[in-house]
């Protein structure tokens, strides 16, 4: 890549380090660092909460997604909106207004320490590791694509954002976040821009050849438990996922309670509900337009450098023998794509051009299966991850590269620079402060968050370095998150309840658990989207018949926000 | 003392732009895959 690409990155990474160094003002006391003394205006707070739920992920494996399959994945974000407003009028008013630091500290307060305590150890155990593989993702790119030590790739994600949390705290992760934000849709708008004048069709010649392809298929709307992405699993599973994600997960409250007022931070959940679905479907529409891009142009036969170097080491003939069908497949295929550009209306153009791509496919998949014996498994190799990577690094040009690169960085950074905080504040506020050292002064609770930062960082970075090795371990970790997430959910809307109890709650939140590994064992078809609404049903549903069973004893009088608390 | 930050826009009205945002953006997506999938 040309050296001018990497002073953008490096100018970039500059930037932010230097400007969080800066933003160590007004971090002298517990409330400033972890909740910036509540006084950030609702865009910075929006552009924040949409910083650290858009991570590398999205920038290289969504845009992949769209390459391979389309504009379906849109069909996850569409229930964000409807919990967004939803979240505005129920759980933002009250967590606003209790005054917390955390949102497990509310659950004390109206319930009992110990499903607070529970919920804390909930959101450590999956968030610490999933900040790990927030930073392994791209980390594992770079290492393939550029041909560095994966250690080195970690660190250079990792050392800066941990840097710049530790010093600045909730200050310097938000205003981070804000300009990651614009350098995310700055690099997003420009590389769909380059596609579009690179592609040498027209862009509604190049619509038909992608649709033909069924890429622009955005809408599905079977009814089925089983098909992850749907409209419905997305409106109603999507809105239980999103209404967890934001309402009870600290990396988003966090970010919300760091607003002036609770107008203020209920507004900022709205600039996600504007924004989120256009710019998903301008992220996928990257990956459509490098699918057509490489009707016109030949793909490599693997996106992933390490895969075509292993498979020509191991099985040169077979390599050779892909490569030359390949190459037939692919010529025959761009032939089809030029006829079918010409007269998008002719259903023989259509077929012809659904037959060769097929036939591509087809080669794609013996060459993925072929790379992943070469790497000694039975399982084929994914390269979905190294499309953009390939398109940025070979066909972007100077300067926009490297806006990609830095954006893709940025993405990483934001996302664990938020989990990192809200990591800390956990550990601090809900552990720490409540079971080890209740009495301490306030500059005490500062330098342990610092120290919780940087303890978090240090974890997260050796995670991600050895994330390849941690696999089936990490994997074990998610899908443990995805019996909680929902459950958790159903607690935060058991305590909006006025009968609700602290033993109908931590009931509630074991069976909620229960019922969601019941349907994962029972039912593994069931998409994911569907766990979510489970959980927090069954919370519901039992913690108000324990609830009721117990009767008017016990924790009456534990803190329950009123309407006039809610709004103040 | 330094100028006042912008205040957020009313509730209900944002409320109402961003079902519009939606419902535009749903629309363009629906027209995307009906005029351009065979």
Known sequence: MHWLNWVVVVAYLGYVGVDGLRRTRGTRDLEGYLLAGRSLPWWAVGLSVMAT??????????????????LRFVQFYFGLPLAMVILGVTLVPFLHGARVYTAYEYLERRFDART????????????????????????????????????WCVALIGVPT????????????????????????????????????????????????AGAAGRLRAFDFTPSLT?????WSGLIGGAFLMLSYFGTDQSQVQRYLAARSVGEARTSLLVSAYWKIPL???????????????????????????????VRAAAPAEYSALGTRYDAAWRARRD?????????????????????DSAVTAVRTDALAAAGRAAGSDKPAKDVNYIIPHVVTRELP????????????????????????????????????????PEAPDAHYLGASRVATAAWGVFACVVATYAATLGSLIEVVNRFGSFFYGSILGVFFLAMLPRARAAGAFAGLLAGMAAVAAVNFGAPGVSFLWHNVVGTVTVLAVGSLVSLAGGRGGDVGADRPTAGQAAG | MP???????????????????????????AWLQRAFTP
């Not at chain 1, 992760?173 to 069709?201: E, N, Y």
């Not at chain 1, 301008?282 to 895969?307: C, H, K, S, T, W």
């Not at chain 1, 960085?409 to 664990?416: D, G, I, K, L, T």
């Open chain 1, 280 to 310: 998903q479907a301008a992220i996928l529409m990257i990956g459509v337009l490098v699918f057509v891009f490489y009707q016109f142009r030949e793909p490599p036969l693997y996106f992933n450098p390490a895969d075509d170097a292993r």
């Open chain 1, 398 to 437: 100077i300067g926009l590269a490297g806006l990609f690169i830095a954006g893709v960085m940025a993405a990483a950074m934001a996302a664990v620079a938020a989990e990192l905080n809200s990591l800390a504040a956990a550990s601090v506020i809900d552990l720490y402060r409540r079971w080890v050292r």
């Open chain 1, 336 to 356: 089809a794509a030029v006829a079918l550009a010409r007269v998008p209306e002719a259903p023989d153009a259509v077929a012809a051009f659904r037959t060769r």
């Open chain 1, 227 to 231: 098909n992850t992405y749907t409209f």
């Open chain 1, 116 to 151: 607070r305590t529970l919920t804390a150890l909930l959101f450590l155990l999956s968030r610490g590791m999933s900040c790990g593989t927030i930073i392994a993702a791209p980390a594992v790119v770079f290492a393939a694509v550029f041909g560095w030590p994966l250690p």
């Open chain 2, 3 to 29: 100028d006042a930050p912008p205040a957020p826009p009313p509730f209900r009205r944002t409320l109402t732009r961003v079902l519009l945002v939606q419902l535009a953006a749903l629309a363009a997506l």
């Open chain 1, 53 to 70: 739920q858009l991570s590398a992920v999205t920038m290289i494996g969504t845009t992949g997604q769209g390459a391979v399959d389309g």
């Open chain 1, 162 to 209: 941990v840097l710049y949390t530790i010093v600045g705290g909730v200050q310097a992760v938000t205003w981070a976040d804000v300009k990651q934000m614009v350098l995310i849709v700055v690099a997003v708008t420009g590389v769909v821009a380059v596609l579009l004048w690179r592609i040498p069709a027209s862009p509604a010649e190049a619509l038909h050849v």
